[in-house]
């Protein structure tokens, strides 16, 4: 899910709360299709797969418009849904509570315009247990979105939503694009050596190209670039995608993950990020973990290493 998209939706449905406002406050079914379903969908909870989503779901005898549900069934939250206007005052506590009696440990209330998320087992008082406080038509977009992602499919999925930051979501490329180089070598060029076969440690210097299986190619300077443009590659292929994330090689670290942290909460020593895409990449080792790194994405995601090529740069270079 490129922030792209999920600024591109934000806006879509800030215009409409503007200029439909009146019909959309006439009942909560109206406001359901055309803001809060919208939104939903656009941070992967698709609300028409039963797999993602459950409407009506049962909390002791009450009923929750969404459980928004981790991959194993189990609701990660549930999500209360009001008519645009009505005021959500009068319901948190009543929310919370039958969060807390159903065992949900997250529970979000909005009317469309106004989304709030709360902590469910937090013994502070509700106001402090808010994680979320959004209101479309009120804040910048950007701004607005950067928020939102705390109900990310893959954030809430695991268990801890983390904040995106400004320094992870940057209007300007951290990694400036380079073009793809005019004309692939044959893979059996004398300077190529497949991925797969690649011994870093007789390496003095980095590839000065890594070349991959559509033919297309990204120059090299840092060592860390191989797997940043790597992660880029297969994003735009649909390769990688929000399930992969967070993305972790061995345990206690990640590669990628939706905010420069770790699974312990100690941040990346060298966070990088790449234009359009919704993550940092960990871009901290050295040339032998570089490397391990991009073996282990391609493979994650399907992608045989024998099949991507590094150009390697001469002595001379």
């Known amino acids: 899910m490129p922030l792209d998209d999920l600024v591109g939706v934000i806006e879509t449905l800030k215009e409409r709360i503007q200029s439909r406002r009146s019909d959309l406050q006439a009942n909560e079914i109206r406001t359901r299709m055309a803001l809060i379903d919208p939104l939903l969908t656009a941070l992967g909870w698709d609300t028409g797969d039963p797999a993602l989503v459950l409407p009506e779901y049962d909390l002791k005898g009450q009923r929750a418009d969404y459980a928004l549900l981790k991959p194993d069934g189990k609701p990660a939250a549930f999500v209360e849904a009001k008519k645009l206007g009505e005021s959500l005052a009068s319901h948190r506590m009543q929310m919370v509570n039958y969060a807390n009696l159903a065992g949900i440990p997250y529970a979000g209330l909005t009317d469309g315009n106004y989304w709030e998320l709360y902590r469910v087992f937090d013994q502070r008082p509700i106001e402090e247990r808010r994680i979320v406080n959004v209101s479309i038509a009120e804040k910048p977009v950007y701004e607005s979105a950067l928020q939102l992602l705390r109900l990310w499919r893959p954030n809430m999925a695991s268990g801890q939503p983390l904040p995106a930051g400004e320094p992870l979501f940057t209007k300007e490329p951290a990694v400036p694009p380079n073009p793809p180089l005019p004309i692939p070598a044959a893979p059996n060029a004398s300077n190529q050596v497949t991925l797969g076969a690649y011994d870093p ?5 980095p590839p000065s190209a890594i070349r991959f299986p559509d033919g297309s190619a ?84 399907d992608v045989n290493p024998a099949d991507v090529h590094l150009e390697e740069q001469s002595e001379q270079a």
């Open 201 to 205: 440690q007789q390496a003095s210097k």
């Open 218 to 301: 990204r120059d090299i300077r840092y060592w860390w670039q191989l797997a940043a443009f790597t992660a880029e590659w297969l994003w735009s292929k649909g390769r990688l995608t929000a399930d992969h994330i967070p993305c972790g090689l061995t345990k206690g670290t990640y590669i990628l993950n939706t905010e420069a942290v770790h699974p312990s909460g100690k941040p990346f020593l060298n966070p990088r990020t790449i234009n359009g895409m919704p993550f940092a990449i960990e871009a901290h080792g050295d040339k032998r973990q570089s490397v391990a790194k991009t073996k282990f994405l391609m493979e994650r995601c």
